[in-house]
């Protein structure tokens, strides 16, 4: 059987992704006002403290400080403590490395001495360097699939150890914020000036942020007492329109269904929903939770604590979902007060207790994708029905 | 305003990419998006910066665009009242 | 599971079409050479024009067959992901000349061209854009068999689709579980190699 092995988180809410639960289910957000003078206005994010980030890697990795890019660096990083927590070996020739990413070292772009390796603009050799620098050989596996990409990543994952070619996958996602980002978003008039409030009546955008996250998969036939495992996953397209999400839902509730063919919606402790908090998006899930008749259904956004972290969101969001459905919780979200009356969702305001055994992970993005995960708790007594 | 109303018809085509379309098909009255040019929501964004980039107007509520983009007239209109450059 | 290469199409500078050449004077050439209307065509980026374009020359022959659009796949390789529109977007946030460009923006990730081949066909299954150093018939054949053995599709667009630095390649093929009457060709990395050294052979003698 192939199971969740093991996981990091970094953020502006900290380095593992323990200090990453905790501070979430202490109502923390990592989203501050920050000032550039090279963007044209104020933003609200959640940024990786950079100082802290470099101040640790060398701490582990002191001889090769110089060579790599902040972006390398938190996504080695990760990588390097997910494995050494989980203690596993990701050297090994078994171990494939897979990287979920938007747009990689894109800052370099804006940089005007032009004296870095071109090739640290593509993706595949971000993913190339990463791999390298735990000496694992394999060629890696890179997905650019917009904000959905860290969940295309994790079905990726449980394909190609389904496939036998490999009995662990590291799937790395990772994104940090740059004036090419920022500024597109900007003008794409999607950030909101305050803190996101996702599914919140008077929400008015989303934030982005920074993490660098990891999970790993491994097959096995001793897993642990307690442990996750990814049941399902589905990706769909609206076919509709290339930004805007569609008016009926339609991919999101295709993913849905897909996902829930063979499960009882009573046992689903939560849905961590994409909830960026743009009029649009959110309005567009609960189209698609209200469709899947999933109404009643705890849902919960992170984007409140750690902003839109793109092509890492997929990983970070899973990684504090499944923590939250081991410690038999369901997380609020952040910053909201009062739903839209149209399509009513079950929004808790305060933590929860639940001990149900799924819970489901959804995303859309740019190109009309939707992606859906449903994870399963497992313990020893057998699954809880 | 005539003048106004034809540099903008051109400056709209070559922002918008609109390659098979001429300042003629563009009716200084009709709607600007909805069915005619099969404009869509970026196209209206994109019509945001034109404002700003040669005429230095600034929206501050991107709703605002709804009023302005009715008609090539209205929006040539309110381009000759708030236009800074 | 067996999977067929029911139909292919290539787009390269030097070998495109019987009439026009994409060399020089871009994609719309080939765009009016193919007879279609789709003004959308010209809102596209590089990248989607060129992937748009050879979806569009792979499923003429086949688009009657396709009636059962919902699963069909969307599966895209390439090596520079949107460097050259990210390029182009660069150029809108000079601070000297600073006007950042929204439809550019949008361009700015690979998979909006999986969203064009989707939108214009009415495909809605599993769209996935996979970014890897050069053309690997091996991991296109893995990933497209992976894909379609874990959803219900019967079939994929998948294939090749490169636009970086005024060069362009696109090779693209529809995989079926069953082969059709024209072609009974293996989804093979074997034959995927075999046809994509024959098209590029063919470019270098035209």
């Not at chain 1, 009029?279 to 705890?298: F, G, S, V, W």
């Not at chain 3, 529809?174 to 190699?193: A, D, G, R």
């Amino acid at each position: 059987m192939i199971i969740w092995a093991g996981d990091n988180i970094i953020s502006a809410l900290g380095l593992t992704s323990e200090a990453n639960y905790k501070a979430v289910k202490a109502g923390t957000s990592g989203i501050a006002l920050h000032n550039a003078t090279s963007i044209a206005e104020p933003f609200q994010a959640s940024l990786i403290n950079r100082e802290q980030l470099d101040d640790t890697f060398n701490q582990h990795f002191h001889s090769h400080t110089n060579t790599y890019t902040t972006l390398e660096k938190a996504a080695i990083l990760s990588a390097h403590t997910a494995a050494t927590t989980a203690n596993i070996d990701i050297s090994s020739p078994d171990a494939l490395f897979i990287l979920s990413t938007t747009k990689g070292n894109i800052h370099l772009l804006d940089t005007p001495d032009q004296t870095y390796d071109p090739r640290k603009l593509h993706l595949w050799h971000t993913a190339q360097l990463i791999a390298k620098h735990f000496n694992n050989t394999n060629e890696p596996i890179t997905i650019s699939n917009a904000c959905i990409s860290g969940l295309c990543a994790q079905i990726t994952a449980i394909r190609e150890l389904s496939d036998g070619r490999y009995t662990t996958a590291v799937v790395i996602g990772i994104d940090l914020l740059s004036r090419f980002i920022i500024s597109g978003f900007q003008s794409l008039k999607a950030l909101s000036p305050k803190p996101c409030q996702p599914f919140d009546d008077n929400r008015s955008g989303l934030n982005l942020g920074e993490a660098a996250a990891t999970i790993i998969y491994r097959k096995t036939t001793q897993p642990p007492n307690t442990h996750i495992t990814l049941v399902n996953g589905s990706i769909t397209n609206d076919a509709n329109h290339i930004s805007g999400p569609s008016r009926t839902a339609e991919g999101s509730y295709a993913a849905l269904t897909n996902i829930l063919q063979q499960t009882n919606h009573n046992n689903i402790a939560f849905i961590n929903a994409h909830g960026t908090a743009t009029p649009y998006n959110d309005r567009m899930e609960a189209i698609a939770i209200t469709r899947a008749k999933l109404n009643n259904t705890p849902v919960n956004s992170l984007k409140g604590n750690f902003g839109h972290t793109l092509g890492a969101a997929g990983i970070l969001e899973s990684i504090i979902s499944t923590h939250a459905l081991t410690d038999n919780t369901i997380l609020p979200t952040h910053n909201f007060t009062r739903g839209e009356n149209e399509y009513p969702l079950n929004i808790p305001t305060k933590t929860q207790h639940s001990t149900e055994p799924y819970c489901i992970k959804m995303m859309s993005g740019f190109g009309g994708c939707n992606a859906a995960l449903l994870f399963k708790k497992n313990t020893h007594n057998g699954t809880i029905h | 305003m005539n003048e106004l109303i034809q540099e903008l018809k051109l400056e709209i085509i070559n922002v918008l990419n609109l390659e098979d379309v001429t300042p003629a098909d563009i009716n200084d009255d009709a709607p600007l998006f909805g069915d005619g040019l099969g404009l869509d929501s970026i196209d209206a964004l994109e019509l945001i910066v034109l404002m700003e980039k040669n005429y230095g107007i600034k929206l501050a509520d991107p709703a605002q665009g709804r009023e302005i983009f009715k008609s090539i007239r209205i929006m040539a209109e309110y381009i000759q009242s708030n236009r800074t450059k | 599971m067996e999977l067929y290469i029911n139909q292919y199409s290539y787009i390269s500078p030097k070998h495109t079409h019987p009439t026009v050449t994409t060399a020089g004077e871009g994609l719309t050439p080939l765009y009016r050479a193919i007879g279609i209307d789709y003004p959308k065509f010209f809102k596209m980026d590089n990248l989607a024009k060129l992937g748009f374009l050879a979806a569009e020359l792979l499923l003429q022959q086949n688009k009657r067959n396709l009636n059962t659009r919902k699963d069909i796949a969307t599966i895209c390789f390439n090596r520079s992901s949107s460097l050259d529109t990210d390029r182009l977007y660069q150029t809108t946030i000079n601070p000297e000349n600073n006007y950042p460009s929204p439809s550019l923006f949008v361009y700015t990730l690979p998979n909006i061209l999986t969203a064009e081949i989707a939108i214009r066909n009415k495909f809605t299954g599993e769209t996935s854009t996979y970014i890897t150093p050069s053309l690997n018939p091996e991991t296109i054949v893995r990933t497209v068999r992976q894909t379609l053995n874990n959803t219900n599709g019967n079939t994929a667009i998948t294939g090749w689709t490169e636009y970086a630095d005024d060069t362009h390649e696109a090779f693209m093929m529809l995989i079926n579980k069953q082969h059709n009457s024209n072609t009974t060709t293996p989804f093979t990395p074997e034959q995927v190699n075999k046809l994509i050294i024959h098209l590029r052979k063919q470019t270098n003698n035209k």
